[in-house]
C-alpha cells in the first residue's frame, strides 16, 4: 500500500516562500517518480513540478519556474517543494503524486496521491 501524506501548507503574503513536503511509504520513496500538482477552486488540477527516482532530472510548470524548486530525500522517504517569490495566483491545494512514468506532467500518468495540503497567497 502506497500512502503520501503532505505537509507544510499555510498562508503567506505575497513574495513570502513555503516549503512543502511530502513523506512518502519507503517502497514509494526509492522505487516511484514523484510530483506536485494544485488544484484551485472551480479549476483543474495542475501540473507543479516533477522529479525522477533518483533525483537527477526534475521538470517544472512554466508558471513557477524559477520560483518553485522540487527535491527529494531518499534516506527520508521524503519529497519537498520550495516554494519562494509566491503570488495570490499560487493559492490553491497542493497535492504529492508518484508514479512511474519519470517526469509526467498529467494526472493520469500518476497512479496515488496525497490528501492535499491548502496554499493561501494573500496580496
Known amino acids: 500500500q502506497v500512502q503520501l501524506v503532505e505537509s507544510g501548507g499555510g498562508s503567506v503574503q505575497a513574495g513570502g516562500s513555503l516549503r512543502l513536503s511530502c513523506a512518502a511509504s519507503e517502497r514509494t520513496g526509492s522505487t516511484y517518480a514523484m510530483g506536485w500538482f494544485r488544484q484551485a477552486p472551480g479549476k483543474e488540477r495542475d501540473f507543479v513540478a516533477a522529479?525522477?527516482?533518483?533525483?537527477?532530472?526534475?521538470n517544472y510548470a512554466d508558471s513557477v519556474k524559477g520560483r518553485f524548486f522540487i527535491s527529494r530525500d531518499k534516506s527520508e522517504n521524503t519529497v519537498y517543494l520550495q516554494m519562494n517569490s509566491l503570488k495570490p495566483e499560487d493559492t490553491a491545494i497542493y497535492y504529492c503524486a508518484s508514479g512511474r512514468t519519470v517526469l509526467a506532467t498529467t494526472t493520469q500518468r500518476y497512479d496515488y496521491w496525497g490528501q492535499g495540503t491548502q496554499v493561501t497567497v494573500s496580496s
Open positions: 522529479i525522477s527516482r533518483s533525483g537527477s532530472m526534475t
